[in-house]
Structure formats: C-alpha cells, structure tokens
C-alpha cells in the first residue's frame, strides 16, 4: 500500500510556538492554569495537563495571583484587564498572526463598519470580536448578511473593513466577501484576507493529495475548526475519507482492497500522531 503524506500535515507555527513555550513554562512551575483549551487536540493537552497544567473554561476559576496561559486563540481586551485585576501572571501564546487581526481591527473600529468572516463560537472569532467593538457584526454563512447590513445601517459609518478568521476555508470567504459587495453596494468596502499562510496552504495541499488516493485520512480534534475544513474539502475529492483523533479509530476498518491512502492532519495534530497511523497503513 503506497502512503502519502501532507506536506503541511500537522502543528501550524502558531501552534508549534504555543506548545512549545507551554512546556518550558511549565518546567519551571508546578501549577499553570489555561484559559480554555490550549489547542484543540485532546492528545496534547492530557500531554500537557500531566505536566501541570489546569484547563479552565473562566477566569474566575484562576486563583488571584496565580499564572495562566492565554492561548493561541486569543482572548478578548477585557479579558487582559480581568487578569490584571486578579492580579495573574499572564503566559500570553496568541498566534502571531491572530494577533495582527486584533491590532488591525482596533485601529478600524473608530471609522469603519467591521465584518469579521469566521465561526461565530469560535474561540479567535469571539477574542477578535472583542476588539472590534460595538459597530461590528460576525458572519458566517450567506444568511447573516441581511442582518450585518442592517446593524452596518445604523451607524454613521461609509466604510466597512472585512477580516476572517484565520482558519476559515479561503473558498468560502472568497464567495462572502461577493455576497457582501454585492448587498453593501454604496459601501466604501475594503477586504483584508487574514486567512493565514500555513491555512490557506495546508488547504490546498490536501485538496492535491485527495485528488490522487483511494482513502484520505484526517487527523484533528473533533472540534478544530481547520481540521472540520480539512475534512470537507478532503470529501470533495475522495469518496472515502476518515476524520479521527487517533489510529485507534481505524482498527477496526478494512483497507484490504486499498491500494493508495493520503493522510494529513489539523494544525493542532503533533507529529507523534501522524507517525502512528502513518505506521498503520505501512503495516498493511
């Protein structure tokens, strides 16, 4: 059985930094508490969590005075003036470029309507719509367009700056952004595709290798948004394609009558992951 894999499968660098500097942290320290979970991938974060580190979903959870990690997602302004006030020693590992997004939409907020295209439940979606203020609206689909351009009506605002989260699918912000010209007509619109590199790349990378096997296998945690992304895209040029966390979810299928598999993986996927099923299907 011949097995190909993504040349991008696996940690993106904002990933790779995060867990990275997570673990140096807590060499140093018994005790680190995280702010939700540090990258969606339950392998690294039980990893993590032996090493001291406490998932919480609230601040309030923190002891005053206590360090936590702000995670690659990032976290809304307010929630930095929270730590502050309970005086918490903050471990900041925002992904650099989810960083870029928040400083670019703070500056926008005073004269621009701002869209912000991504998952409206999404950690970085919800830390990026903190710093956009009041006159910003989230849309995820085709259907939210009506609604952002009434709330853009109630403002004094000619000019509407449009984002995305970094993870989104670079295919569907590109068919928003149209819907959004299109309804936004006597708009000053400026479009900003914040989508980064490593995503847009890692996309099209498994677009390219589904197109050339019989199984494609994605590996990522249930509830990584790129990961989700990874799959669909995957499903539109395989037949039969697998999402799953780890090898253990394949034992049980046949791949007998397989004779070519591609596997990628998410962005929160560490490569010890990928080597083992990687091992599976060389095993064949």
Partial sequence: ??????????????????????????????????????????????????????????IDEIPNNSKVIFRSHGEPKIRY?????????????????????????????????????????????????????????????????LDAYIEYEKTNLGRVYVVSQTTFSSMKFDELVKEIETNFIEADIIVDKTICNATETKQKDTREIAKKADVVVVIGGRNSANTKELIKIAKEECKNVYGIENVKELENENFSKISEVAITAGASTPSEVIEEVKSFFENK
């Fill in 81 to 145: 003036d929270i730590a502050n006030e309970k005086k918490l020693e903050i471990i900041d590992l925002t992904c650099g470029n989810v960083k870029s997004v928040h400083f670019k939409v703070e500056r926008e907020k005073e004269s621009s309507f701002i869209i912000i295209i991504g998952k409206k439940n999404h950690p970085e979606i919800i830390g990026t719509k903190g710093y956009a203020g009041d006159n910003s609206y989230v849309i995820e689909t085709e259907d939210d367009i």
């Fill in 1 to 58: 059985m011949k097995v190909i894999i993504g040349k991008t499968a696996g940690f993106c660098p904002g990933v790779r930094n995060a867990v990275e500097k997570a673990k140096e942290s807590l060499k140093k320290e018994d005790k680190i508490y995280c702010l939700g979970e540090i990258v969606h991938n339950k392998h690294v974060i039980q990893t993590l969590e032996k090493s001291g580190m406490i998932t919480v979903e609230n």
